[in-house]
């Protein structure tokens, strides 16, 4: 991946921010503190714009996604946006029909759980990020000197949402196909961790100076379910990635998983993002401290500054 030169990361407008500095492994003057993707969600200016909008046309439309991304920092001041989007967003783009339905969740008109599906699975084309791109250009033109966050979902929870075909509370569905045709759950693997790395690498190189995976459902795996369905096609030095470059990509990867797991597959990520209970609970197990974050509406997120430890 090439940025332009003027790029946030490459002309300095974001290189010396708090956020940067935390996630390249220098210490910032200042815990950099942001608000999570929801929760400028709860922001009375927030639900104004959205009146008569749906969750996906909203994050569709560049200039109301590029507003509801800057409304948080311009009212809080926080040391970082991240780009308002959703998961499910990438198989919107390539055809597939998803839809969010208000007190479900994303939910697919038909569920993907056979070969022949996977086999004939839309692909994401670069034309069609087009909308993403613009939203990002108009944010980052707005931010300054803040450093936007780019935003996608990780390959196991786009799959799981793929398969179950609306929200799971144990997600029996992908956990069983990985298990009894590992061959069709590799390809549909395979076809997520694509379009979210080419969702995410427009972000990136729209200008957004960092980006964040959300693995919202590993949780629901064992470790050695995960070792062998999911980080081959994730993790660097295990196999192909879904992020936007290298290894020295400020990207970090959020889940539910403890944090024992995440010391074993912080490598290649600048952080890893952990739930409050899990950073309070584990904070022995990171080198240079773990910063907690609060997932309800309203709540912000913090990082701690350390070599490839900072939290989110």
């Known amino acids: 991946m090439t940025l332009s030169q003027n790029h946030p990361m490459l002309d300095g407008r974001t290189r010396d921010s708090a956020l940067i500095q935390a996630l390249t492994g220098k210490t910032p003057s200042h815990h950099p503190v942001w608000f999570m993707r929801q929760a400028g969600r709860s922001l009375p200016e927030y639900m104004k714009l959205r009146e008569g909008v749906s969750m996906l046309d909203s994050c569709l439309d560049p200039a109301m996604a590029s507003e509801i991304t800057l409304r948080p920092v311009r009212r809080h001041k926080v040391d970082a946006g991240i780009f308002f989007s959703d998961i499910v967003i990438p198989p919107r783009l390539a055809g597939i029909g998803v839809d969010i339905v208000p007190g479900v969740g994303p939910v697919l008109d038909t569920p993907i759980r056979t070969a022949e599906q996977v086999a004939a699975l839309p692909e994401l084309t670069e034309q069609s990020l087009e909308p993403i791109r613009e939203a990002v250009k108009l944010t980052v033109a707005e931010l300054g000197k803040t450093p936007l966050i780019g935003f996608a979902g990780a390959p196991f929870t786009v799959a799981a949402y793929m398969v179950e075909g609306k929200p799971s509370r144990d997600h029996l569905g992908p956990r069983t196909m990985m298990h009894s045709e590992p061959e069709v759950w590799d390809g549909l693997m395979k076809w997520a961790a694509k379009a979210s790395g080419l969702f995410l690498r427009a972000q990136v190189e729209a200008g957004a100076s ?22 081959p096609l994730f993790f660097p030095g295990t196999g192909p990635r879904a992020g936007p470059g290298s290894a020295d990509d400020p990207l970090w990867h959020r889940d539910r998983r403890t944090a024992e797991r995440h ?23 990171w080198p240079g401290g773990v910063g907690a974050g609060q997932h309800r509406p309203g709540a912000a997120h913090r990082t701690m500054g350390g070599p490839r430890s900072p939290c989110a």
């Open 210 to 231: 960092a980006a964040q995976l959300f693995d919202s459902w590993a949780g629901s795996l064992s470790l050695p379910d995960y070792e062998k369905y999911v980080a």
């Open 263 to 285: 010391a074993r597959y912080r490598r290649g990520h600048r952080g890893r993002g952990l739930p409050h209970s899990a950073a309070d609970r584990h904070r022995p197990a």
